[in-house]
């Protein structure tokens, strides 16, 4: 009787836990379909430009002015795409004028080059340039307008200059009392924060806040920052409306359709900019000139017996003048770079060591602004290594996220 009892036990349990196996198994495949149901919805990010049904009711009645550039677009189901201000105009939007940032309101100005003011040849409005005469906003310029929309592709590096002119903006408004909608976009960097932070005295057009060189935000949450923590001129705060995106987090994959200034042309650019962004402080070439700009770097003074790789940069779409225009550059092809999560000072420091003239290594105003600090370059000098120097960057880099998670408007 024991045996069979025994027997018995075990065909009940050995059911039971076949049962048990199979009904979690079900809930296993279920979950899996879940979260592969989660990563297609998360694919289809929405831009805040697409939401029209949440800031065209904040636009009707109003006289508004645009600050857009090429990357001001609504998408369409088809992956094409329509300007926001065209788009606007058709549905009766009264867009008094465009104010327009570096490399301009269709987005072919070389990189530092003066824009001017004018008028847009399709739709007849009126151009005022933000790099040009003035960057930010003058009182006439804003006279009668309610509402300034600005909506731009931004990248997340502290010297890529949008963030600048929309602080500026922000603090014209705020002097006008104007309402000001931002109408929020991905960051393709925004996976990360790394770098130096910029230094208070060394402020500028290249970093107007003391963020890191990367500071992992969208131009919505950055904004949202910069006017809570009283970062405006004065102490002032804006009126302030960010229309968030749909299906983001800061984690998410986002490949720009178009390209956010002429010398980013591609994903790879866009990874290895905050890297090879500080090159522009210097005098060796970070592509420009070339099909492969800020994805490969070289001068004619970089140790030939060290790089086998060379180029020629040329005068080309947003480089007309690029460093070392026809002259043959040594250096390293990076085009084949994966997604970075850290701000890589290896090239830098490499190119420093393999140098045949130090002195146009560093050129001391310009690498600085874009380093927001000396102490980088002071720190290759010395010969400390790439680990020593990021260790000190890590007390800034805790307080920025303390203060950045207040502000963080996706996960």
């Known amino acids: 009787m024991t045996i069979l009892s025994n027997f018995k ?66 998408f369409k189901e088809d992956k094409s795409y329509t300007h926001l201000v065209d788009s606007l105009l058709n549905l009766k939007i009264d867009i008094k004028k465009v104010f327009a940032p570096e490399h301009g309101f269709r987005g072919k100005a070389d990189a530092g080059e003066h824009i001017k003011d004018g008028l847009d040849a399709k739709t007849g409005l009126q ?3 933000l790099y040009g005469k003035n ?7 804003l006279k009668g307008i309610d509402i300034v929309l600005f909506d731009i592709q931004d990248v997340g590096v502290r010297f890529y200059t949008y963030i600048a002119t929309m602080q500026l903006v922000m603090e014209a408004c705020t002097k006008n009392n104007i309402k000001i909608v931002v109408l929020d976009r991905p960051n393709p960097n925004g996976h990360y924060i790394d770098g130096p932070t910029m230094e208070t005295k060394h402020r500028g057009f290249l970093g107007m806040t003391n963020i890191p060189l990367v500071y992992g935000m969208t131009i919505g949450e950055y904004a ?12 002032k705060k804006v009126n302030l409306t960010v229309v968030p995106l749909d299906n983001y987090t800061h984690k998410s994959d986002y490949n720009l359709p178009i390209r956010p200034s002429p010398n980013l042309p ?5 990874t290895l900019y905050p890297s090879l962004g500080l090159f522009e402080g210097t005098d060796i070439n970070a592509g ?7 994805q490969c770097y070289g001068a004619p003074f970089l140790d030939s017996s060290k790089y086998k790789f060379t180029y020629i940069p ?21 085009s084949k770079t994966s997604k970075m999560s850290t701000v890589s000072l290896y090239w830098l420091m490499d190119a420093y060591k393999n140098s045949t003239d130090k002195s146009k290594i560093f050129l001391k105003r310009g690498f600085t602004k874009h380093a927001g600090t000396e102490k980088l370059q002071q720190q290759i000098e010395a ?6 120097i990021k260790k000190t960057w890590q007390p800034d880099i805790a307080n920025f996220k303390k203060i950045r998670a207040k502000y963080l408007i996706y996960d």
Not at 16 to 25: E, K, M, P
Not at 135 to 141: I, T, V, Y
Not at 229 to 234: D, R, V
Not at 383 to 388: F, N, P, S, Y
Request: glycine share 8%; charged share 25%.
């Open 224 to 235: 949202t920052m910069i006017n809570e923590e009283g970062w405006l001129e004065g102490g």
């Open 314 to 334: 040329k005068p080309n779409f947003g480089s007309k003048n690029p460093k070392h225009k026809e002259k043959l550059c040594y250096g390293k092809d990076l």
């Open 383 to 388: 010969g400390l290594t790439e680990d020593e």
């Open 266 to 270: 591609n994903n790879t650019s866009i």
């Open 135 to 141: 960057r930010k906003p003058n009182d006439e310029q």
């Open 127 to 129: 151009l005022i340039s």
């Open 9 to 74: 036990s075990t065909v009940l349990l050995s059911f039971l836990i076949l049962s048990f196996c199979g009904n979690n198994a079900k809930t296993i495949l279920a979950t899996k379909r879940e979260v592969k149901i989660k990563k297609e919805i998360t694919k289809n990010i929405v831009v805040a430009a697409n939401k029209t049904e949440s800031y065209l009711p904040l636009l009707k009645g109003k006289k508004i002015a645009v600050v857009a550039n090429q990357t001001s677009v609504i």
């Open 288 to 294: 420009r000139g070339t099909e492969y700009q800020f």
